[in-house]
């Protein structure tokens, strides 16, 4: 699917040869005397076109226009949500079998945010996963042309947008996929394709070079099944060596049964999903490696899955991780803080600026925040704000949570430097603060991704989230915003 963007307002939009026109009209529409104007015009006044947003009125074979169909839709002031809202409408309505040509036109000089949305949200509606399918339904449209008559300042937003969406479909595509087509082997063969890119490199350990680095409480939870681990590097290199890189970590746990701490049976299939933050990390890749910006990217996916064969490790096990600090296993649950805390001790290497890890970490992170922003913990406030104005600037949203000591309490135990679970009580921060113990050595935040990853339910799927956060955090800000 290409996307293009063009200086053009609603006379040249009338002569767009395309299957589905949709016009966003928004609420202080003002016509002008062209015949789409005028169309619109009418619409509004006989009410046949309501100004609520996501209101549409849909028509078909006009005379004036030389689209197939027209959707009129309104779309308030044009903000992010509204003009989602309204191209998804749009399409609701548009009813275009096998579309392949779709042009959306902004009715009055659109602003930066009503252009990112409209590129993420078409690309939303058209996606479908069809790697496991006999017959693979396939996505019929190929080509999205965006109208704005003031197109010439929207260029930077719009090809962010449209590289958003590539890394956001990378991380569909293998958090999507079932854990059979989605092994940690697999994961780095993913890796090793970007890695054609000549700015990025990608290096793979298997089990016995993560046993050299002892990382024995990744190796942990790897040892409960027969599927051998990977741990995946990846480096982007836009600016000089000398310039400290950031490094993204990703929970790459391409299964997650519970361990012996084993998960209750109903949508036990969703924790194919639990490598979530690994696919982020490619698809952040495969978004630098389109926009190609002058910073430098450390990428880690400690991959494996949790599972159960004679092995398996237990509770009360205790494992050394590669801090050296000691660990008592008290659930086999909690795993993705074992693989973690192993992957941000390596990434000290680095001399980071920042790390950020992206983790579906914990269910109590569902219950507090839900699907609508990801958990976001820091240590550092620098770090923190910036974070929250990515993800802003991207409407990928995230909530800052706290981090007080008095949170640690639980974490104690007789037997070990730190257990990996306390009570139910506050669980996502409890998680948090586990992950801070192995971060003392550079400016860090944590993503508990748990509720926006995906969506359950009939609409089950990856949502992409949080690469367009992830990517507008990494990329230089240009201008104040
Ligand atoms: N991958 C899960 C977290 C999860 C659960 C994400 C449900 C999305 C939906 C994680 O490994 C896990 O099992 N966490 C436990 C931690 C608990 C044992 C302290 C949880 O949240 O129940
Ligand atoms: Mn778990
Ligand atoms: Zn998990």
Redesign the pocket.
């Known amino acids: 699917m290409n996307f293009e963007l063009q200086e053009i307002g609603l006379v040249g939009a009338a002569r767009e040869k395309c299957d589905v026109l949709v016009l966003l009209v928004p609420k202080n529409f003002k016509a002008t005397k062209d015949a789409l104007s005028q169309l619109v015009a009418q619409a509004l006044k006989a009410g046949d076109l309501e100004a609520g947003v996501g209101k549409v009125l849909p028509m078909y074979r006009l005379s004036e226009v030389l689209a197939t169909r027209l959707v009129l839709a309104s779309a308030g002031d044009g903000t992010f949500s509204e003009v989602r809202k309204a191209i998804l409408a749009a399409l609701g309505a548009s009813k275009s079998p096998g579309m392949k040509k779709l042009t959306v036109c902004f009715a009055s000089p659109a602003k930066e945010e009503a252009v990112r949305s409209a590129v993420l949200a078409v690309a939303d509606a058209t996606y479908v996963y069809n790697t496991t399918h006999s017959k693979p339904p396939s996505r019929s449209l190929q080509h999205v042309r965006l109208l704005a008559t003031n197109a010439t300042q929207l260029t930077s937003v719009f090809d962010r947008a449209v590289a958003t969406v590539s890394g956001v479909e990378l991380a569909k595509e293998w958090a999507n996929r079932p854990a059979n087509f989605a092994t940690p082997s697999l994961l780095a063969k993913a890796a090793q394709a970007l890695a054609l890119h000549p700015k990025i490199t990608c290096e793979v350990f298997g089990p016995k070079e993560v046993e050299k680095l002892a990382m024995g409480s990744f190796l942990a939870v790897a040892q409960g099944s027969d599927e051998p681990l990977r741990f995946i590097v990846l480096r982007y290199s836009g600016a000089a060596k000398t310039q400290a890189p950031t490094v993204v970590i990703g ?1 790459g ?1 391409t299964f ?1 049964s519970g361990g012996i701490s084993i998960k209750p049976a109903p949508e036990m299939d969703e ?1 194919k999903f ?1 490598m979530s933050g690994a696919a982020s990390v490619l698809g952040l890749f495969k978004s630098l490696s389109i926009l190609k910006p002058a910073v430098n990217v450390v990428g880690l996916i400690p991959a494996c899955e ?1 599972l159960i064969n004679g092995k398996a490790v237990k509770p009360g096990d205790v494992v050394t991780s590669m801090s050296g600090q000691t660990i008592e296993i008290l659930n086999t ?1 909690a ?2 803080r074992l693989v973690l805390c192993d992957a941000l001790t390596y990434a000290e290497r680095f001399k980071p600026a920042a790390v950020v890890d992206i983790a ?2 914990t269910g109590a992170c569902v219950i507090a925040l839900g699907a609508v922003r990801s958990g976001m913990f820091s240590s550092h406030d620098g770090l923190a704000q910036s974070l929250e104005s990515a993800s802003q600037r991207s409407q990928d949203l995230c909530w800052r949570m706290p981090l007080d000591d008095e949170y640690a309490e639980g974490l104690k135990t007789n037997f070990a430097d730190v257990a990996n679970v306390a009570g139910r009580a506050g669980g996502a921060i409890t998680a948090a603060k586990f992950l801070q113990r192995f971060t003392d050595k550079f400016p860090w935040a944590h993503l508990d991704i748990a509720g926006s990853a995906w969506k359950s339910g009939p609409q089950k799927g990856a949502t992409g989230r949080p690469v367009g956060l992830l990517l507008e955090f990494i990329l230089p800000t240009t201008k104040a915003k």
């Open positions: 929970k746990i997650d924790m639990d949790n649950d795993e993705g579906t970490l």
